[in-house]
């Protein structure tokens, strides 16, 4: 038989109100919700006098509740995490979580192209290195962070050297002069940012996105917005993107997505990338 109680694969369900400070109440709804699974119910091994039996959980169920948590500390309902997580596996293993070693691997196989190194530490990035185009949004669509790839070739504009954190937003950006006169097709980047913006945010929202936006601006946004789709809340996506350009020429990227703590992360691949 094995000793649950020792085995750091699995937590109990008292551990877990304990480590996470949530309720039993909550807990329930977590596994009513699809959110965690259901427990393996044992008999108790080890110092539980008057328990007969008990809930034994992955361990990564904790990681799994942190990250509830800190949804809804960024304001999404309990009804779009459910929808977020639900696809995403919790693997049974301590530190074997998709969000943790599995989205590692998979991002840092979308920046170096590399996927025969096994990482046994936590992965650290150095966003510099990138060669592609990227940008960092956080989830008030604002660019965090931007490489000069992105700025040549996807905003025209100097990103980087915008103080104002407003005048960083994304579909500002992309409602600048310079870029609506290389881009034919704009309105279909607008609607690819857009797709990740009804994860998060109603109709009314894009009439106060940022300060000084035009009736107009307005309602192009709200135009989009009608029409997509929200974007699949999973770990790392990708979506092939064609940029048709005022000379003539067009580009394909492959661009690829991902959610961190900080906001969304964006790189635009080559074709085939």
Known sequence: MTDYTHDTTWV?????????????ATLNNYIKMGIIPRPLVKKPVGDMKGTKKIGYFPYTVLERIEWVKRLKR?????????????????????????ESRGAERRTKFMLTGRQDQVFEEPLKLTL????????????????????????DSIFWQKVSLIKDRESRNIFKLFFHWQFHNRVRNWRDLFAFHMSFARIKYTR?????????????????????????????????????????????TSETFQVYSTFFKEGIFFLYGPSGF
Do not use: C
């Open 12 to 24: 109990t369900s008292k551990e877990i109100l304990l480590k996470t400070g949530i309720s039993r």
């Open 74 to 98: 960024e304001g999404n309902s309990m009804e779009d995490i459910a929808i977020h997580l639900k696809d995403i596996p919790i693997n049974i293993g301590q530190g074997t979580d998709v």
């Open 128 to 151: 510099d290195d990138i060669r592609y185009p990227a940008y960092l949004i956080n989830y008030d669509f604002q660019v965090d962070w931007v490489n000069h790839q992105a700025e």
């Open 204 to 248: 009314s929202w894009m009439e106060n996105i940022y300060q000084g936006i035009s009736e107009k601006e307005a309602a192009i946004l709200l135009e989009i917005y009608d029409r997509v789709e929200p974007f699949p809340a999973q770990t790392i996506t990708d979506r092939t993107i064609v940029l048709l350009m005022e000379n003539g």
